[in-house]
T-cell receptor, first 115, second 113 residues
Framework: DADVTQTPRNRITKTGKRIMLECSQT?????MYWYRQDPGLGLQLIYY???????NKGEISDGYSVSRQAQAKFSLSLESAIPNQTALYFC??????????????FGPGTRLTVL | QKEVEQNSGPLSVPEGAIASLNCTYS??????FFWYRQYSGKSPELIMS????GDKEDGRFTAQLNKASQYVSLLIRDSQPSDSATYLC?????????????FGRGTSLIVHP
């Protein structure tokens, strides 16, 4: 079984709709992240969480919100989807080891299309 | 603002050749550096990490770090068509103990038979 799972894998929605993307992990990691990736661009950090009570904005958090329901679950919501939020979304986890070298483990991605 | 720069490519090399991928970064305080491989439509996966100046080798892959010049590179020896992918450089920011990575836009590598 995959260590980091995302649902749904693909979603097509309309402008103005509320969308939730879900991420679950079995790696036992405290740190979880949401990224978006647009063609030709790198990974842009939307939100990250170091534990259930610690949520932080990334570089492109406008238009997004998150919920850390448990150590293993981290959801991303688009309250009112717009077409420029069409992208590939990745959830990731890391161990948060002191001293760095924190490898990120990525889920399979959710391809979101907003019409 | 932290920046991680990569040439977008594509970098095209013949099978069996050495592919050289480069990455520069702006934050002199960065401590940890990563190379991820991403196949089209798939998620990134770690192939190399490096912390100290110099070279680190793992099989056909060698990561090279020069903190004074603020660059990190990845060499792929005996390149194979299966190495064709986008390679993402990531630099970890230790400020405040957060160790949040910043990713470059990636370099597309094409290995042709």
């Amino acid at each position: 079984d995959a260590d980091v799972t995302q649902t749904p894998r693909n979603r097509i929605t309309k402008t103005g709709k509320r969308i939730m993307l879900e991420c679950s992990q079995t790696k036992g990691h405290d740190r979880m992240y949401w990224y978006r990736q647009d063609p030709g661009l790198g990974l842009q950090l939307i939100y990250y969480s170091f534990d259930v009570k610690d949520i932080n904005k990334g570089e492109i958090s406008d238009g997004y919100s998150v919920s850390r329901q448990a150590q293993a679950k981290f959801s991303l919501s688009l309250e009112s989807a717009i077409p420029n939020q069409t992208a590939l979304y990745f959830c990731a986890t890391s161990d948060g080891l002191a001293g760095g070298l924190n490898e990120q483990f990525f889920g399979p991605g959710t391809r979101l299309t907003v019409l | 603002q932290k920046e991680v720069e990569q040439n977008s490519g594509p970098l095209s090399v013949p099978e069996g050749a050495i592919a050289s991928l480069n990455c520069t970064y702006s934050d002199r305080g960065s401590q940890s550096f990563f190379w991820y491989r991403q196949y089209s439509g798939k998620s990134p996966e770690l192939i190399m990490s490096i912390y100290s100046n110099g070279d680190k080798e793992d099989g056909r892959f060698t990561a090279q770090l020069n903190k004074a010049s603020q660059y990190v590179s990845l060499l792929i020896r005996d390149s194979q068509p299966s190495d064709s992918a986008t390679y993402l450089c990531a630099v970890e920011d230790p400020s405040g103990g957060s160790y949040i990575p910043t990713f470059g836009r990636g370099t597309s590598l094409i290995v042709h038979p």
